[in-house]
Structures are given as C-alpha cells and as structure tokens.
C-alpha cells in the first residue's frame, strides 16, 4: 500500500488513492487496484485470465516448471497438475519447500541457487541435442 500511495501522489491522474478505501488483503488489493488498473473486470476476471492452467495443456514447446509445494501464492489444483502431467512437453518438479523465490541449495558453489541451476542445466540438455558437441570444450 505504501508503493501504491506513492505512485498515486506522483501520478493523481492515475492513481486515485482518494476511492481506493481499506484494504486488507490480497484479493482486495488485486479487486480494487490490479484488475482496474490492468484493464480486468475485478479480481475474479483477473486471476481467471492470469491464469495459466486455463493453457498449461497445449504448451508444445520444452517447457520446466519448478513448483514449491509450500509457495504461498502459487497454488495448483489437482487438475491442473494432472494436466502438466500428461503434456509430454512439460517436466514438473515439486519440492516440498522453496517458498516463492527461495530455491537455496544447502550444497556450496553454483549449485547454492537451486532454481538458476536447474534451468540451466535443463538448458543445455536442449543445446547438446542441437549440438551434440557443445559443452565438450568447457564452454
């Protein structure tokens, strides 16, 4: 609420703090200040068309999706980890922890970022497939 404050005393224009009112939760800030702004009905417009499991079963290129099961904004229903799932294109790996940005290894060196890690070496499964020599030079 701070940042938003702030944004609407440089931009008034914009940012009308004077009809915002309480807010006291996430749903009421994407209700009364995402959705207007980002061109969505309300909140419910908003997550239902932000919504990547609407989609998550015609993704068709490789695609990594690293989920933290204990991420407390990120959520998957059921059915929608049943769909990437069953989407040859899609490798899902769950962790039981990580939080919403804290993949942390407790290993030392490169691999202490967990996530940047993963993808890369993900990436360069895709790289040595197209170049069955890359990576062979140290590069």
């Known amino acids: 609420m701070r940042r938003y404050r702030r944004k609407a005393s440089l931009y008034p224009h914009i940012?009308?703090?004077?009809?915002?009112?309480?807010?006291?939760s996430l749903r009421q800030f994407d209700h009364k200040i995402v959705a207007p702004h980002c061109g969505f009905r309300d909140a419910d417009d908003y997550y239902y068309r932000a919504a990547?499991?609407?989609?998550v079963d015609q993704i068709a290129v490789p695609t990594l999706i690293l989920r933290a099961?204990?991420?407390p904004f990120v959520r998957m229903l059921p059915e929608t980890r049943a769909k990437l799932l069953a989407n040859?294109?899609?490798?899902?790996?769950e962790?039981?922890?990580g939080g919403h940005c804290a993949y942390l290894s407790r290993d030392r060196g490169e691999d202490i970022h967990w996530a940047e890690a993963s993808v890369v070496r993900y990436l360069m499964q895709f790289a040595r497939a197209?170049?069955?020599?890359?990576?062979t030079d140290g590069s």
């Open 88 to 93: 040859p294109h899609v490798l899902l790996v």
């Open 15 to 24: 940012y009308g703090a004077d009809y915002v009112g309480p807010i006291r």
């Open 130 to 135: 197209d170049n069955p020599t890359a990576g």
């Open 52 to 55: 990547s499991a609407r989609v």
């Open 95 to 97: 962790t039981p922890h």
């Open 69 to 71: 099961v204990d991420d």
